[in-house]
């Protein structure tokens, strides 16, 4: 099931597997020191494919979702947005802080 | 029922004076013996409830609690109309075929709310299964074996359970999310939430409710090697090392919920180049605990680190950017904080007071 994140207010990112060759894995698991510099460069690579920008219409209907889950604010509240994360069934957690208390709204 | 000794005359009139081989094959006597024994209790349930009385083997009581379950499924279980299945303390053994609950609305309890109802095939396979969402069991214990549960249940309420290794959550090589409550329950290494291999990588989502419960190393959202959020609410809970959103191979994982008075061993609470971006209250970790690393940016009273913890001191690189208050390290020192970054009132492990920011 896909799943969608928050961390940032705004950007919602789509967390992917990313395949692997049997080349790449060899590398992963390598210990020769000889390899460290490919595998150091390999895992910043899947660190990048790791997550990508949903696109526009996934991310309005993301945005909306959120926006009616969240807490209600008052003015002088202070929020804090730890991270949100949805499937794609529209079901997930929001953990966030309001005037510093932890809130988690499950929906 | 009365009881005749050899020598004695029964009530039928016979003498006893035999042998107990004689006995045995004596028609009169087997015609006699079966009449006072008590015939097989008729099945007991009401509107709502399935009993198991377990007054047998413990393949036979398997095999009631199998039968009572499927009763229970001819009773229209539905969100209005639960059916629980009540079973009586003792052993069940399902050989190599897990009993597999998969209908919500199916609860399944021990008739004294232990963990009576167990499991005790020597065979792994011979264990629960629940892959249904809606269901409560209380008070299966399944020994050595995995308790297992399925992903995406959030409806799923597991109360005083115990299973072994790989139990509550577990996937040898694919996403999990485990999102139920689980009360008082205990498992073995790899348990509540984890992906053990990760190619390609693997997503694992502990968002659920955890109170009072003991797992091993590798627990509470664990991935291999891929992304592991500890983002639920875990409460009184106890692991061992590599616990608590940790991905063990990229530094993706993030212990980003609220947890209270929990405890884990060496490299947990978003350890390994991970985030520690949720409230710990009274915590306590080993060394490389806390966003070692990586990122630690929570909010923290009164908890516990080793050595290199709380973001990172000693060599390795990450940072604090959270608040700390009245928090100890057992070894070293607190790293300089960034951002908005506090500590107040801590202590290193020379026991010296940290306030910064």
Redesign the interface.
Same mark, same amino acid.
């Given at each position: 099931?896909k799943?969608y994140q928050l961390t940032t207010q705004g950007v919602w990112t789509e967390?992917k597997?990313?395949?692997?060759t049997e080349e790449q894995?060899t590398l992963?698991m390598s210990k020769e020191d000889s390899d460290r510099q490919a595998k150091e460069s390999l895992?910043e690579t899947?660190?990048s494919q790791?997550t990508s920008e949903v696109d526009a219409s996934k991310s309005n209907e993301l945005i909306s979702l959120y926006d009616s889950k969240k807490p209600e604010l008052k003015e002088s509240d202070s929020y804090e947005l730890?991270?949100a994360?949805v499937?794609e069934n529209f079901?997930?957690?929001i953990?966030c802080?309001v005037n510093?208390e932890?809130k988690?709204i499950?929906f | 029922m009365a009881t005749y000794f050899k020598g004695e005359t029964n009530h039928i009139g016979q003498n006893l004076n035999n042998t107990w081989s004689d006995l045995i094959t004596n028609e009169s006597f087997i015609e006699a013996v079966s009449s006072v024994i008590p015939p097989a209790p008729p099945e007991l349930l009401g509107t709502s409830y399935v009993f198991v009385y377990a007054n047998g083997t413990d393949t036979e009581n398997a095999a009631e609690l199998q039968s009572a379950y499927d009763t229970a499924k001819t009773m229209s279980p539905s969100p209005t109309n639960r059916i629980t299945i009540i079973a009586s303390p003792g052993y069940y053994n399902f050989g190599s075929t897990a009993f597999t609950m998969e209908v919500e609305y199916i609860d399944l309890v021990s008739l004294d709310g232990n963990r009576s109802i167990i499991f005790n095939s020597a065979n792994a396979a011979g264990t629960i299964a629940v892959t249904g969402n809606d269901i409560y069991v209380k008070g299966v214990d399944v020994g050595t074996k995995p308790f297992t549960v399925a992903s995406?249940q959030?409806l799923l309420k597991v109360e005083n359970c115990k299973g072994g290794d790989y139990s509550f959550g577990f996937k040898s090589n694919d996403?999990i999310?485990v999102?139920g409550t689980f009360i008082d329950c205990a498992g073995g290494n790899y348990s509540f939430g984890v992906s053990q291999n990760g190619?390609?990588?693997?997503?694992v989502?502990v968002?659920g409710v955890f109170t009072n419960c003991i797992a091993g190393d590798f627990s509470f959202a664990y991935a291999g090697? @891929? %992304?592991a959020?500890a983002?639920?609410?875990f409460t009184n809970c106890k692991s061992g090392t590599d616990s608590f959103g940790i991905d063990w191979?990229?530094g993706?994982g993030?212990a980003?919920?609220?947890f209270r008075n929990c405890i884990a061993g060496d490299y947990s609470f978003g350890s390994y180049s991970g985030t520690a971006? @949720? %409230?710990f209250y009274e915590c306590e970790g080993g060394d490389e605990t806390f966003g070692t690393g990586g990122t630690c940016s929570g909010?923290f009273y009164s908890c516990v680190g080793g050595n290199k913890s709380f973001g990172n001191n000693n060599g390795l690189t990450g940072s604090l950017t959270g608040k700390i208050y009245w928090c100890k390290k057992t070894a070293g020192t607190f790293q300089t904080v960034s951002g908005l970054g506090q500590t107040r009132m801590c202590l290193d492990g020379t026991n010296v007071e940290n306030n910064q920011g």
């Open positions: 099931m799943q967390i597997q990313v395949e692997l894995k992963l895992i899947i660190k790791r730890i991270s994360d499937f079901t997930g957690i953990n802080r510093g932890h988690q499950r | 995406h959030s996403d999310t999102n190619t390609p990588t693997r997503v989502t968002s090697a @891929g %992304t959020q983002s639920g609410t191979f990229y993706f993030v980003s919920g609220v971006s @949720g %409230t909010v």
